[in-house]
């Protein structure tokens, strides 16, 4: 088939320029190549499209149909390519966008609103998943997730926006009415939470802050969500402590309806990356908004120490 439709754009350069030879300099080829290439069409098609004299060349009745179509075809691969530098270069098109329900509601739509608000052209999706998806599946531009190990995916782009501290929280209530929580290994006596969508959820590995002490646990848990959300409906609740990202529970550390278990150790921090398709140019509308995107958290504190990723 490719073969056929550059035979076609030959045999109307052929036309255009009234001669084989004409044709052969325009398109860079021999002339030979150019005569082969409108013979084999005539084969294939069963059909005469030019008449050929020592000085000049006609078309045919079915030649000058054919030359139409295929001045059609030309046009619109014409337009098909000005579409094409239009969505690359152009804030225009579409533009999807995948994140935790969580994240997308309280820092996407707050990071982009500004931005979308200004580039009209733009048709965003914004899809809502629990946890990460592949990019691979063609659905999604840009997708974010936080995860507490690097992205070594050789397909993707992986761009890190910056790191959130995991801290442990429960409700007051719960504090309140259970045995005390001064070590790491008290865990072991009481209800916490597994969000499955990290990787390894019921290994903890904490560092004391002061003393620099490692304590490695592997707790065997009961309560198990792939929602950050719910895990932090739980704790709401004073049904459990959860391991959680400073920036889901922040406001509640703030008014008081969470309170961080066991302040003093720290666990790894997370990051949060903007993944993208691996490609060698962007289309600028991806690129503009993981600018925007890198802009905002930035600005946002993500716990007790914060650290910017690089």
């Known amino acids: 088939m490719l073969d056929q439709l550059r035979a076609m754009g030959v045999f109307a350069c052929v036309v255009e320029k009234n001669s084989f030879s004409g044709a052969a300099r325009e398109l860079g080829i021999t002339t030979s190549a150019v005569s082969q290439q409108v013979r084999s069409l005539e084969q294939d098609m069963e059909v005469v499209l030019l008449n050929r004299s020592t000085r000049k060349l006609s078309l045919t009745e079915a030649g000058q149909a054919f030359f139409y179509s295929c001045q059609e075809m030309l046009s619109a691969a014409e337009r098909g390519k000005v579409r094409i530098n239009e969505l690359r270069d152009d804030l225009i098109g579409e533009l999807r966008i995948a994140a935790t329900a969580e994240l997308c509601a309280m820092h996407v739509i707050p990071a982009l609103s500004h931005w979308l608000t200004a580039h009209r052209g733009l048709l965003v ?14 659905r999604v531009d840009i997708e974010l997730c936080l995860v507490d190990q690097e992205i070594k995916d050789s397909s993707v782009q992986a761009v890190p926006l910056m790191q959130i501290e995991q801290i442990l929280v429960a409700a007051p209530s719960y504090i309140n009415q259970t045995s005390l929580i001064a070590q790491p290994e008290d865990l072991k006596h009481h209800e916490v939470v597994s969000l499955s969508s990290l990787q390894n959820s019921q290994q903890f590995r904490f560092q004391h802050l002061s003393t620099a002490q490692k304590v490695d646990l592997e707790l065997n848990l009961r309560l198990n969500t792939n929602s950050s959300l719910v895990a932090q409906s739980m704790c709401l609740h004073g049904n459990t402590i959860a391991r959680m990202s400073y920036l889901d529970v922040q406001k509640d550390l703030m008014n008081g309806s969470l309170v961080e278990v066991l302040p003093e150790w720290k666990l790894p921090p997370l990051t949060l990356y903007a993944v993208t398709s691996k490609r060698e140019q962007q289309p600028t509308k991806i690129l503009r908004c993981l600018d925007t995107l890198k802009q905002y958290f930035s600005q946002l504190n993500g716990g007790r120490v914060l650290q910017i990723a690089s």
């Open 125 to 138: 999706q914004f899809e809502t998943r629990d946890q990460p998806a592949e990019l691979l599946d063609g």
